[in-house]
């Protein structure tokens, strides 16, 4: 039979004891911070420019899954005051941006951040093979990047 606890050495004291056990606790507690710390160091940085195609890849993705509150969620609050509701603003990019609205793919060209501005260029494709070169405009507010227009390329 196994024995899991023993009985104290002779001679130390329960104090001894309560001493040892409280210093392996905070050496445990010490080896999970330091570890927890070292998984946060290996962990690369997302830098702005890919927070800003993070928001723009996800619209592109609600647009393609006929995701209205997925793509209207990303709007900033300008545009959110211009057209109210998720169906009217994504009847508004069929209409208007059909290569975006029915996108089957997009490459990310060059972007730019300056402060709470954001512009990103990209090549946008649908399902026709038509390609349609769009910058997107976002602003950073309240610490979340959210689309404030897009410019299709001549």
């Known amino acids: 039979m196994m024995t899991l606890f023993r009985a104290a050495p002779a001679g130390s004291s329960p104090r001894r004891m309560i001493a040892l056990a409280l210093g392996l606790v905070l050496a445990l507690m010490a080896g999970r911070a330091l570890a927890a710390g070292s998984e946060e160091t290996l962990a690369p940085a997302i830098s702005p420019i890919e927070e800003v195609?993070?928001?723009?890849?996800?619209?592109?993705?609600?647009?393609?899954?006929?995701?209205?509150?997925?793509?209207?969620?990303h709007a900033a609050p300008g545009i959110k005051g211009a057209f109210g509701d998720a169906d009217t603003f994504m009847a508004m990019v069929e209409?208007?941006?059909n290569v975006i609205y029915s996108n089957s793919g997009w490459t990310f060209v060059?972007?730019?951040?300056?402060?709470?501005?954001?512009?990103?260029?990209?090549?946008?494709?649908?399902?026709?093979?038509?390609?349609?070169?769009?910058?997107?405009?976002?602003?950073?507010?309240?610490?979340?990047?959210?689309?404030?227009?897009?410019?299709?390329?001549?």
């Open 95 to 97: 209409r208007g941006y």
């Open 53 to 73: 195609q993070a928001v723009i890849e996800s619209q592109l993705i609600a647009f393609q899954n006929r995701d209205g509150a997925g793509a209207f969620f």
């Open 110 to 154: 060059e972007g730019q951040v300056q402060g709470e501005q954001a512009a990103q260029m990209l090549v946008v494709e649908d399902g026709e093979g038509r390609e349609l070169k769009v910058i997107y405009f976002l602003r950073l507010f309240d610490g979340r990047w959210q689309i404030t227009g897009v410019q299709p390329m001549a």
